[in-house]
């Protein structure tokens, strides 16, 4: 596992390409230019992940008002996230991280402590990027509930 940098608002984002669930590959070459919401997640069809998508895709029109495209990333496979999208009629790209390099990259993939265990795995956590391809907000080590609100009140 590589070394997980700490991102800090203004740094450039990393540079990654990841298969999604619907539009080939996407990478941030290919958003350069335009304002996007990566939000990290770790796993689909659980309970969180489920509120916390079904939060975004309830939002999607306040977040494109503002000028965003909302990305999810989880390390499940690009199967499961078309399973996952369909079920809950998802209206965005969920990309596929199984190597977890776009967790590590961003630093979302790192040690976590739950009922008494301390292992590595994937910190539930949000970035927005700007048309610079800066970082413009980061939103990490977030809880599932009541997070898209909280987004949304801090951008109004």
Not at 21 to 29: E, I, L, P
Not at 64 to 90: I, N
Request: charged share 30%; aromatic share 12%; proline share 4%.
């Amino acid at each position: 596992m590589a070394e997980n940098p700490k991102l800090n608002v203004g740094d450039a984002v990393p540079t990654f390409s990841a298969e999604s669930d619907d539009a080939g590959t996407v990478s941030s070459k290919d958003l350069k230019g335009k304002k996007y919401v990566l939000y990290f997640y770790p796993k689909d069809m659980t309970p969180g992940c489920t509120t916390q998508a079904c939060d975004f895709n309830d939002n999607l029109g306040h977040f494109k008002e503002l000028g965003y495209e909302v990305y999810g990333v989880s390390p499940d496979s690009v199967a499961s996230h078309e399973q996952f999208r369909k079920k809950h009629d998802l209206g965005f790209t969920l990309l596929a991280d199984p190597e977890h390099k776009l967790a590590e990259s961003f630093g979302v993939w790192r040690e976590k402590k739950n009922y008494g265990k301390t292992y590595i795995g994937l910190v539930r956590s949000t970035f927005f990027v700007g048309e610079d391809g800066k970082i413009s907000a980061i939103y990490d080590n977030v809880r599932a509930k009541g997070h898209v609100a909280k987004l949304l009140r801090e951008m109004a």
